[in-house]
């Protein structure tokens, strides 16, 4: 019984540590926010990849969203590009096994990696989701909130 109870605070403690790496970082109140931040396109250029067709969108729709809910205005007049570099997603099936597998759904994640041209200036966007219950779209959504935050920041800097 004592091993039993060993391993189960062993595993609770694994899965606690892994929801904490979870939790989404907030934007410190402080960052100083342009009046403006260019419009944003997504770009393809990730070889063979099959990226699903609504996640542009996604990336699109995140990116205002940031914008708007920091009370920052888009210009209609610049763009920035958003180019995938890596896309990975679980079909559905792997995700509905990765459910019953346990602790080995960890293992396997969705995942976008991306470049930014803000300014003329390259940001690497580097986002990750290794939690079976969410999908590519959590991923692409997030990807958009960074991608405002980099232009944000980028351009708050000039």
């Given at each position: 019984?004592?091993?039993?109870?060993?391993?189960?605070?062993?595993?609770?403690?694994?899965?606690?540590?892994?929801?904490?790496?979870?939790?989404?970082?907030?934007r410190p109140?402080?960052?100083p926010?342009?009046?403006?931040?260019?419009?944003?396109?997504?770009?393809?250029?990730?070889?063979?990849?099959?990226?699903?067709?609504?996640?542009?969108?996604?990336?699109?729709?995140?990116?205002?969203?940031?914008?708007?809910?920091?009370?920052?205005?888009?210009?209609?007049?610049?763009?920035?590009?958003?180019?995938?570099?890596?896309?990975?997603?679980?079909?559905?099936?792997?995700?509905?096994?990765?459910?019953?597998?346990?602790?080995?759904?960890?293992?396997?994640?969705?995942?976008?990696?991306?470049?930014?041209?803000?300014?003329?200036k390259?940001v690497?966007?580097?986002?990750?989701?290794?939690?079976?219950?969410?999908?590519?779209?959590?991923?692409?959504?997030?990807?958009?909130?960074?991608?405002?935050?980099?232009?944000?920041?980028?351009?708050?800097?000039?």
């Amino acid at each position: 019984m004592n091993t039993f109870i060993r391993r189960a605070a062993i595993c609770s403690i694994s899965i606690v540590s892994l929801l904490a790496g979870c939790a989404t970082q907030t934007r410190p109140a402080s960052m100083p926010m342009p009046n403006s931040v260019p419009g944003i396109s997504v770009v393809m250029d990730c070889g063979q990849c099959q990226v699903a067709p609504a996640i542009p969108d996604l990336i699109r729709t995140a990116y205002a969203d940031a914008a708007a809910k920091a009370g920052v205005a888009i210009a209609g007049d610049a763009q920035m590009a958003v180019t995938i570099k890596e896309y990975k997603d679980r079909s559905m099936t792997i995700r509905a096994l990765s459910v019953l597998a346990g602790p080995l759904a960890f293992s396997l994640k969705d995942e976008i990696k991306a470049v930014a041209l803000v300014d003329g200036k390259p940001v690497a966007l580097e986002y990750s989701y290794r939690m079976p219950f969410w999908g590519i779209e959590t991923v692409a959504t997030k990807l958009g909130e960074m991608s405002f935050d980099a232009a944000a920041k980028q351009l708050s800097k000039d």
